[in-house]
């Protein structure tokens, strides 16, 4: 079904289990923020969500080494330009995250989030248009571009459980991973 929005690409298995491993520990070993309703950490530049901007103070410094082996990949595969930004979010069940679409004047055509742990449903929706769900099993990469990225807002249900195929799944700890590229206020 998300083959029929123009820019949605979901690709399953990107990375192995043991690379999805190996990141969670990593990224566990890193502080997390508690300032949202669920834990975050930035990398490359802070995002100020309530302002829904960024600029030049903004910058955090170079991606840790674990995100700059996944940057490269995303750039070595062509699925975008190289990302500057990382924002690691940690969903434990019943968390998700309200439909919205990222910051357009803030980050670059092309947002790409990683899942970690968990899979869940993800609800899109557009103005017009009947709502779509696509899951995101764990180790899957999703590439929003075009329509997708532009036009369709995506977000998770505060739920514990989703029907994927007819079966309810409980959820787990999810933890997304999600690369940008950066457009700072001198730019625009």
């Known amino acids: 079904m998300h083959d029929e929005i123009d820019g949605l690409r979901l690709i399953d298995a990107w990375i192995s289990a043991d690379e999805a491993a190996a990141l969670l520990c990593a990224i566990d070993a890193e502080a997390w923020r508690a300032d949202l ?6 990398y490359g530049w802070r995002y100020d969500y309530k302002a ?3 600029d030049a103070s903004m910058r955090l410094g170079p991606l840790p080494p674990w995100a700059e082996a996944l940057a490269d990949r995303v750039e070595r595969e062509g699925l975008s330009a190289r990302p ?3 924002i690691v ?8 995250i309200a439909a919205h679409i990222d910051c357009v004047p803030c980050f670059g055509p ?3 989030s990683l899942s970690l742990g968990s899979g869940c449903a993800m609800d899109l929706r557009r103005e017009g248009a009947a709502p779509r769900a696509i899951t995101l099993a764990p180790r899957s990469l999703l590439a929003l571009s075009g329509e997708a990225r532009l036009a369709w807002k995506h977000g998770i249900a505060a739920r514990k459980s989703d029907v994927i195929d007819g079966v309810r799944v409980a959820r787990g700890r999810r933890v997304s991973v999600t ?5 700072i ?3 625009r």
């Open 89 to 96: 979010n940690e969903y434990e069940p019943g968390q998700g």
């Open 37 to 42: 309703s669920r834990r975050v950490q930035h």
């Open 110 to 112: 092309v947002v790409l």
């Open 179 to 183: 690369f940008r590229t950066v457009r």
């Open 84 to 86: 500057e930004q990382v």
């Open 185 to 187: 206020e001198s730019e």
């Open 52 to 54: 829904r901007s960024i």
